[in-house]
């Protein structure tokens, strides 16, 4: 069945680096990739996107890579800060109905 | 202005119960959707709605059921609750049918059946 993971269930970086989060994907070839921002107790944000064709896209401090080759998208935030703490959550489009899929999120915690 | 509002934010009730979510977007978006999200965080979706015609239809039981009045509201209706219904259900809404731009969401409904 096609399935999107999220390796880390949770990650804490200390502020000012750079925090890369990976989101796989297996059993399917999705046509866009997005990436999401979720704050407890509130919905999930909308960040970037990025589409099969694109190798790299970006957004302030927000990089975004799709690697066909190796199903995987890497999501970055440079220069790290605590107002970045949040789950991030990868979301693809899957087969020809195009639903958008989402994996389990990544919890990620900047340390001042 | 709230894009997309949910109404009510916390919803308690014992099994058994008939109950209802409503949901409405302001964008003059085309597509509302419905979304779970169980204990472990993860989000699945449940329906989607496009100028009121179902298109998205996940295998959820039919206890569930959409409802859409107009293109801005896709309200949800839950009969015989269960508790494995609590969870967080959210709704929102995409410029197109099959959205290229991303969604936007409301800030859900936190489900609890008792």
């Given at each position: 069945?096609?399935?999107?993971?999220?390796n880390?269930?949770a990650?804490?970086?200390?502020e000012?680096?750079?925090?890369?989060l990976?989101c796989?994907?297996?059993?399917?070839?999705?046509?866009?990739?997005?990436w999401?921002?979720?704050?407890?107790?509130?919905?999930?944000?909308?960040?970037l996107?990025?589409?099969?064709?694109?190798k790299?896209?970006r957004k302030?401090?927000l990089k975004?890579?799709?690697?066909?080759t190796?199903k995987?998208?890497l999501?970055?935030?440079t220069?790290?800060?605590?107002a970045?703490?949040a789950t991030?959550l990868?979301a693809?489009?899957?087969?020809?109905?195009r639903?958008l899929?989402?994996?389990?999120?990544t919890?990620?915690?900047?340390l001042? | 202005?709230?894009?997309?509002?949910?109404?009510p934010?916390?919803?308690?009730t014992q099994?058994g119960?008939?109950?209802s979510?409503?949901?409405?977007?302001n964008?003059?978006?085309d597509?509302?959707?419905?979304?779970?999200?169980d204990?472990?965080?993860?989000?699945?979706?449940?329906?989607s709605?496009?100028n009121?015609?179902l298109i998205?239809?996940?295998?959820?039981?039919?206890?569930?059921?959409p409802?859409?009045?107009?293109k801005?509201?896709?309200n949800?209706?839950?009969n015989s609750l269960?508790?494995?219904?609590s969870?967080v259900?959210?709704?929102a809404?995409s410029?197109?049918?099959?959205s290229?731009?991303?969604?936007t969401?409301?800030?859900?409904?936190?489900?609890t059946?008792v």
């Amino acid at each position: 069945s096609q399935k999107i993971e999220q390796n880390s269930e949770a990650l804490n970086i200390q502020e000012g680096k750079t925090a890369t989060l990976t989101c796989n994907y297996t059993n399917y070839s999705p046509a866009y990739l997005q990436w999401y921002r979720q704050d407890p107790g509130r919905g999930p944000v909308f960040l970037l996107l990025i589409r099969e064709n694109e190798k790299e896209k970006r957004k302030e401090r927000l990089k975004v890579t799709f690697d066909t080759t190796l199903k995987q998208s890497l999501f970055h935030i440079t220069a790290s800060q605590p107002a970045d703490s949040a789950t991030y959550l990868c979301a693809a489009t899957s087969g020809s109905a195009r639903q958008l899929t989402f994996g389990s999120g990544t919890q990620l915690t900047v340390l001042p | 202005d709230t894009a997309v509002s949910q109404t009510p934010k916390y919803l308690v009730t014992q099994m058994g119960n008939d109950k209802s979510i409503k949901c409405e977007q302001n964008l003059g978006h085309d597509t509302m959707y419905w979304y779970k999200q169980d204990s472990k965080k993860f989000l699945k979706i449940m329906f989607s709605y496009n100028n009121k015609e179902l298109i998205i239809n996940e295998t959820v039981p039919n206890r569930f059921s959409p409802k859409s009045p107009d293109k801005a509201h896709l309200n949800l209706h839950i009969n015989s609750l269960e508790l494995g219904d609590s969870a967080v259900y959210f709704c929102a809404s995409s410029p197109q049918t099959f959205s290229d731009y991303g969604y936007t969401f409301g800030s859900g409904t936190r489900l609890t059946v008792v």
